[in-house]
């Protein structure tokens, strides 16, 4: 069966301090990977989607930057975190799109950033 | 553009009544839909989906949403509430030419004992 895995569970970082959150995904080939944020109180927020290795997509501006350097490997990064940059980060995977394609996203547990 | 607006940010219901979160979708092709609940400091899980098959999908934990093409909806219920039913649901909508979920901004359900 198909895991999905986050880390860390919780980071406390200051401003302008870099960050790497990672998730991977076990038991499934080249899925599309997606990293989402929720802020409090707010919606989910997609921030950035991948159809395969090396191929990022981003959704908003924003100073975060993902990487995807192994098929089921999706990290997201900052090089300069801001106060805003806290909230709830969700990594998700689904299958690549076929004949049996329904789209649901499989989530991971997430990470919780508080920016300092 | 696509979007999803879920009516009621917070719903508080006593247990045993019947539990009815709405949700709205903006497109002019039925898209495939889904109802997910998370629990505090959790991921999200699937709670079911519509994928054009049945109009009344059946879900996990006793609930159950149907589609209704003329009315853009797909409101989730459940005939009693529970407490552990106590959790925040979203609504996602996706367009069969996409890859991308949009999520509707969540609804916070309260019961009460």
């Known amino acids: 069966s198909q895991t999905i895995h986050q880390w860390p569970a919780t980071l406390v970082q200051p401003v302008g301090s870099p960050l790497s959150l990672e998730c991977t995904v076990e038991?499934?080939?080249?899925?599309?990977l997606y990293w989402y944020r929720q802020a409090a109180g707010r919606g989910l927020q997609l921030l950035f989607y991948?159809?395969?290795?090396?191929?990022i997509s981003s959704e908003v501006p924003q100073n975060l930057s993902a990487s995807r350097p192994q098929d089921r490997q999706f990290i997201l990064s900052s090089k300069k975190l801001l106060l805003s940059d806290s909230g709830f980060y969700l990594c998700?995977?689904?299958?690549?799109?076929?004949?049996?394609?329904?789209?649901?996203?499989?989530f991971g547990e997430g990470s919780r950033l508080t920016v300092l | 553009a696509q979007s999803v607006t879920q009516l009621g940010s917070h719903v508080s219901v006593s247990e045993g009544a019947l539990v009815l979160l709405r949700c709205n979708y903006s497109?002019?092709?039925?898209?495939?839909l889904f109802w997910y609940v998370q629990y505090p400091n959790q991921g999200l899980q699937l709670l079911l989906k519509?994928?054009?098959?049945?109009?009344l999908v059946k879900g996990i934990n006793g609930f159950e949403a149907e589609f209704k093409k003329s009315e853009t909806s797909f409101h989730l219920t459940k005939p009693s509430a529970h407490m552990s039913d106590a959790a925040e649901y979203f609504c996602?909508?996706?367009?069969?030419?996409?890859?991308?979920?949009?999520f509707g901004s969540g609804t916070r359900l309260l019961v009460r004992p």
């Open positions: 497109s002019s092709v039925p898209p495939y």
């Open positions: 519509y994928t054009s098959a049945a109009t």
């Open positions: 996602a909508s996706q367009m069969d030419s996409s890859y991308k979920l949009i």
């Open positions: 038991g499934t080939s080249n899925p599309n």
């Open positions: 998700a995977w689904n299958e690549l799109a076929g004949t049996a394609y329904t789209g649901e996203l499989f």
């Open positions: 991948s159809v395969g290795i090396g191929q």
